[in-house]
């Protein structure tokens, strides 16, 4: 015989197991809570942006120039985090880290037809991201021309990095809720599996249900108290029998 649940019996399990569901997931909320605030390092971002424009006399708009730079912001992308441009950083700065984890820390980022293009740097510690951006950026520069091996100045520093406030990573508010969501969505699926693995029989429904048979009499559970007037008042009536006779 094929089992079914009703939504009325999941409610209900849900209900008797209330204090399971939110002991799991306020344990959940709480460990996520810790781990991102106390083991977890705070990362931090700083970023700068540098314009490609190249100087011409002309006041005009030419709209050819202005195609040629931002194609050339594509291969300034790839140049920035060149090994070329990033030992001279490491060096310049007396970094302590290798240069491939240099390159992993710096992101670009360039929107699309725009002449300016963002070069964000991670780091744990704020002032050292800061640091590093402004330097990226005044040593991409400085090496453009040499590395083009062309006689041009369309490079230029549009804002420089500024020291950020707070972190970027983790953020412990938005993983707390992440962990909420999924510790309640793990308590409740915990608790429906133990409700459908459990095969005792409690009640006269489940023997109803699970043997197909009739019930014929229930035996009403009694406390002590109640256990305690039944007897007084069985004596009572055997002692009255009893006078009568």
Known sequence: MEETISLKEIFETLRKRLAVILLLTFLTTAISGLIS??????????????????????????????RTNVEMINTYRVIIKSDNILEKVQRNLNLDQTVDQLNQSIKVNSEQNSQVFTVSVEHSNPEMAT??????????K???????KLNVNNVTILSKADMPTSPIKPSPIINMV?????????????VLLLEYLD????????IEHQLNLP???????????????????????????????
């Not at 095969?199 to 489940?206: F, P, S």
């Not at 009694?222 to 004596?235: G, R, V």
């Open 37 to 66: 605030y106390m083991f977890i390092t705070p990362v931090y971002q700083s970023s700068t942006q540098i314009l490609v424009n190249q100087s011409s006399e002309n006041q005009q708009v030419d709209f050819n120039q202005v």
């Open 131 to 140: 640091t590093i951006a402004n330097s990226l950026a005044n040593t991409f």
């Open 142 to 148: 400085s090496e453009i021309k040499e590395i083009m």
């Open 178 to 190: 992440i962990a909420f969501v999924v510790g309640l969505i793990v308590a409740v699926g915990i």
């Open 199 to 206: 095969n005792t029989m409690k009640t006269e429904h489940d």
């Open 215 to 245: 019930v014929l009499g229930v035996i009403a559970e009694m406390n002590e108290k109640q256990i305690h007037q039944s007897t007084q008042m069985s004596k009572a009536r055997v002692g009255s029998e009893r006078f009568e006779a």
